[in-house]
């Protein structure tokens, strides 16, 4: 079983910044669109930010877009979200996952392999 091993959440208070690192476990991610997802308590996991299999587009939410940044390094095998100016509506369990395909799509049912999560809070 494939799986994806998150890192770099926490605590920190509204206008901060975290950076969220995603590896793979056994595998490499250059076959694979990687994605950042968050699910907040009560609500749907949702899409955050995605990059294709090449690196060279992204998507983002509306949401975050101008203070996230999704990058991959294949030399780490690693995608990376920096999140700036942070929200307390950014709070949530985040996830990567992995698609077996070349678009930054950021449909949760398109991806196969998921990490565990790592909790995000942003406090007023």
């Known amino acids: 079983q494939l799986q994806l091993v998150e890192s770099g959440g926490g605590l920190v208070h509204a206008g901060g910044s975290l950076r969220l690192s995603c590896a793979p476990s056994?595998?490499?991610?250059?076959?694979?669109?990687i994605g950042w997802f968050r699910q907040a308590p009560g609500k749907v996991r949702e899409g955050v930010s995605c990059i294709s299999r090449d690196g060279h587009s992204t998507t983002y939410a509306a949401s975050v877009k101008g203070r996230f940044s999704i990058s991959r390094d294949s030399a780490n095998n690693t995608v990376y979200l920096q999140m700036n100016g942070l929200q307390t509506e950014d709070t949530g369990i985040y996830y990567c996952?992995?698609?077996?395909?070349?678009?930054?799509?950021?449909?949760?049912?398109?991806?196969?392999?998921w990490g565990q999560g790592t909790p995000v809070t942003v406090s007023s």
């Open positions: 996952g992995a698609h077996f395909g070349v678009e930054a799509t950021c449909v949760v049912g398109l991806y196969s392999y």
């Open positions: 056994g595998f490499t991610l250059d076959y694979y669109a």
